[in-house]
């Protein structure tokens, strides 16, 4: 079964590169059958592997249209860059990939691909510390931190639901939730009420009390989620 599955990997690799970028294909393929599929084909759940392969093959779709753009850097770059890159930054990047359940996210982790090699961040605890924050966020947190960054005046809108909803109070709560979350990751930071530094009470956290933090400016910037 791992044969036959990095088998079909590399000819889906293979087809999406067009035969082209031999140096940067040559690198990504190699990390990533060589490391990468073995893993998921001893996936115990076959539900899990199926979800991987799709994440997968939509993440070399998104490799695509970069990779020529991928090569020209690789050129350029030591050999010790460019085993960071084989040994560090995509094992990191692809086993994202491979436990992501939201598809829509794969072109952030791509992102970060991008942007570390054209970089050429080479700081392995930085590009942990990225991805393992991408990897606890949602598409629906993700969406309030991107308006975050955009919005240099916040207003009590909300940022989750349309502003025409119907029902607004049935979805404070969830946002309150997403808002103090982006905090405990330090993406954000939350004006405190009284009643908060007293611990009387946790008061709702409204997007008009919110900013971005200096790490959610570059988390949003390193995966290119403003583009």
Known sequence: MKENLKNQLKESFDTVLGGGASLAGGLLSDTLFGQIAPGIATTILSYKQKRSEKMLFNAMEQLKGRIVKIEDVIKQM?????????????????????EEIQEEKIKFIINGINTAIENKVSNEDIIIAYYDVLNSLRLADIRILIQLYKESKKTAVSYLIDENRNSMNKY??????????????????????IGDLQGDFISKATPDKV?????????????????
Do not use: N, W, Y
């Open 78 to 98: 030591s050999d010790i860059e460019k085993t960071f890159i084989s040994e560090k930054l995509i094992p990191i990047a692809f086993d994202s990939i491979t």
């Open 172 to 193: 404070e709560a969830i946002e309150t939730h997403i808002l103090r979350k982006l905090e405990s990751l330090c993406l954000a930071s939350i004006q405190k009420t």
């Open 211 to 227: 900013r971005i933090s200096t790490l959610g400016v570059q988390f949003i910037e390193f995966f290119e989620m403003d583009a």
